[in-house]
């Protein structure tokens, strides 16, 4: 007898609602990162004759508008001189963590290497990271001012501000950097999200899906739920939580609830019935540990 919700919704059979489960940044899950994109940039100084537009559509974009972009390898700068500086403010602010708290990503038409620098001491204290030491991120293909699309593959640099002398929970707001060669082709400088997240991977009709949560807490209870209606905002009241934003429209249903591991982390795992190509599938997780809502997924059956 079918008992599992997921494949229950899926077949159209109704399951039991969910009446448990604010907004968070958006997220680009770019490699191993999952970076958050500055709110604002602004070019300093610098550019040069060649320094023009990067983006995956054939369309311009400014300086601000490539640094901010989500995902964040999607638009870019290329070619700009020795020397360019580039800002970009993150208004919640990026805290010194454990590790690494933020990626320099750059296009590798060229290796690039960068200068950073933070608020925290006005600008003084810096680090540099080099693309020949990065980790491969992506690939792209871009059109550069209206030319192209070229292939480029797509850099990451870790930053630890504890390497720019920030004390460990110290936080910053501003950062820059600096190209200290000529073969820059900044892509942006992302904050490392510590974020509550849940992520949808093989929904392939006829096989095994998955859904994973990660850095909730540890030991914590952990819900997933569903609708096929659409992921506008719903407010649903929370037991425990309060009212909540969810961005899933009614009908909600519960898809799974489970204590997350030592690592926070969740993963449930269903079969997806054969019938079920073409249906398009929206997720959001909360952890009542913190009361925390997950980025929303949305999901089409392969």
């Known amino acids: 007898m079918l008992r599992n919700p997921l494949i229950l919704a899926l077949l159209g059979v109704v399951a039991a609602p969910i009446a448990e489960c604010n907004a968070q940044q958006s997220t680009s899950t770019i490699g191993p990162w999952d970076l958050i994109a500055p709110d604002s940039a602004t070019l300093l100084s610098g550019g040069g004759a060649s320094f023009y537009w ?95 699309p070229y292939y480029a593959r797509v850099f990451g640099m870790e930053i630890d501000l504890s390497d720019m002398g920030v004390p460990a929970g110290a936080m910053v707001h501003s950062l820059r950097f600096r190209c200290i060669d000529s073969t820059c082709d900044p892509i942006g400088l992302g904050m490392i999200s510590d974020a509550f997240r849940l992520d949808a991977y093989n929904f392939v009709a006829g096989q095994t899906a998955e859904l994973k949560t990660k850095r909730g807490t540890p030991g914590g209870l952990v819900s997933i739920a569903l609708s096929f209606a659409g992921n506008q905002l719903t407010q649903i009241n929370v037991g425990g939580c309060g009212l909540l934003d969810v961005n899933l429209q009614y009908p909600i249903q519960l898809v799974t609830s489970g204590s997350a591991d030592a690592n926070g982390e969740l993963s449930y795992q269903t079969p997806i019935p054969p019938l079920a190509s073409g249906r398009t599938i929206y997720f959001q997780a909360l952890d009542f540990g913190s009361c925390t809502l997950s980025n929303a997924v949305t999901t089409v059956v392969l």
């Open 54 to 148: 990067l983006n995956v559509v054939n369309a311009p974009v400014t300086v601000e508008e490539a640094m901010t972009s989500v995902p964040m390898d999607v638009q870019g700068f290329a070619n700009p001189d020795y020397g360019t500086e580039i800002q970009v403010d993150f208004q919640s602010g990026v805290v010194n963590n454990p590790g690494a708290d933020l990626v320099m990503l750059e296009s590798a038409f060229d290796k690039g290497s960068y200068a950073i620098y933070s608020d925290y001491d006005n600008y003084v204290a810096r680090v540099d990271v080099y693309t020949t030491n990065g980790i491969i991120a992506s690939d792209q293909d871009y059109y550069y001012n209206g030319g192209g």
